[in-house]
């Protein structure tokens, strides 16, 4: 069984930037696609980004795209999610998922889930 675990949320002003980290353990790490979610306080939780087990084909929802980037390390069973130009409304729970059919951008469909880790922007 997987276990992930998400650090480097915090607090930052709008047009900041912020580098999410998610350390996998459990099995091996190299052999899954992985995703980020998020949720916004009062919102369901939403699709953000995911990437392929290679690292080499990835896909975004619309309202990060050419913001945010997600890559991966399997050497280091790591996952990341590079946060730019951020705006307030990116402010949310930020979690690491796996376990889902790639391509899909369903909540319910991401099966395993880290605790998540706070990102806050303001204005």
């Known amino acids: 069984q997987v276990h992930l675990v998400e650090s480097g949320g915090g607090s930052v002003q709008a047009g900041g930037s912020l580098r999410l980290s998610c350390a996998a353990s459990g099995r091996t790490f190299s052999g899954y696609a992985m995703g980020w979610l998020r949720q916004a306080p009062g919102k369901e939780r939403e699709f953000v980004a995911a990437?392929?087990?290679?690292?080499?084909?990835?896909y975004y929802a619309d309202s990060v795209k050419g913001r945010f980037t997600i890559s991966r390390d399997n050497a280091k069973n790591t996952l990341y999610l590079q946060m730019s130009s951020l705006k307030p409304e990116d402010t949310a729970v930020y979690y690491c998922?796996?376990?889902?059919?790639?391509?899909?951008?369903?909540?319910?469909?991401?099966?395993?889930w880290g605790q998540g880790t706070q990102v806050t922007v303001s204005s």
């Open positions: 990437v392929d087990w290679t690292g080499r084909s990835t």
């Open positions: 998922a796996t376990d889902f059919p790639y391509g899909s951008r369903r909540e319910s469909d991401f099966r395993s």
